[in-house]
């Protein structure tokens, strides 16, 4: 499948070391999957390639990923803030109930009441829980990623329905 849809997986947050290492922030809570590719996508500025992956490791909260031709930091720094792409196929399937970046971004959000209140633009990460951006057509909206709140995701319809808490 040529065409099948790419995955964001990871970013380029920066260069590592001097033999051209790429520290990665993962997008997907399932790290294995870095292990074991061979090649991925890179989309920087715009533009995609092909990459084949010379060497995978975990540091920290990141991974240090090297690819082919990138042998020096200077090399490295042209990737800095690239997407990490995957085809869509590649990555597993998650338990019920535990979705990908991909399946948040872009839903359309509703009240139980069937209000359209807007699409999610971003998840922004607060280490307790995940906060929802929602941008509708008049106001902008951070909606915490828990059971309380979140009634109930739909990725076939690309639907959320959300109670929103009282302001205190």
């Known amino acids: 499948m040529e065409n099948e849809e790419l995955i964001t997986i990871g970013r380029v947050s920066r260069a590592h070391g001097l033999k051209g290492e790429l520290a990665v922030m993962p997008l997907i809570s399932d790290t294995e999957i870095f292990l074991h590719l061979g090649e991925v996508s890179v989309r920087t500025r715009g533009a995609t390639e092909r990459k084949k992956i010379k060497s995978v490791r ?3 909260k990141s991974l240090l990923i090297r ?3 990138c042998e020096t930091p200077e ?3 042209l990737y800095l803030g690239a997407e990490i792409l995957v085809k869509k196929s590649v990555i597993p399937d998650l338990p019920e109930g535990v979705y990908y970046r991909h ?3 872009g839903m359309k959000v509703y009240t139980g009441n069937d209000e359209y209140l807007g699409d999610v633009t971003a998840i ?3 280490g ?3 906060v929802y951006a929602i941008k ?3 106001r902008e909206y951070l909606i915490p990623a828990i059971r309380d709140v979140v009634k109930e995701i739909d990725v076939e319809s690309n639907r959320m329905i959300v109670e929103l808490m ?3």
Do not use: Y
């Open 136 to 138: 509708g057509a008049d």
């Open 103 to 105: 399946q948040i971004i």
């Open 166 to 168: 009282e302001a205190v």
């Open 67 to 69: 690819f082919e031709n």
């Open 58 to 60: 975990r540091h920290k």
């Open 75 to 77: 090399d490295a720094r």
């Open 124 to 126: 922004i990460e607060t």
């Open 128 to 130: 307790s829980n995940d």
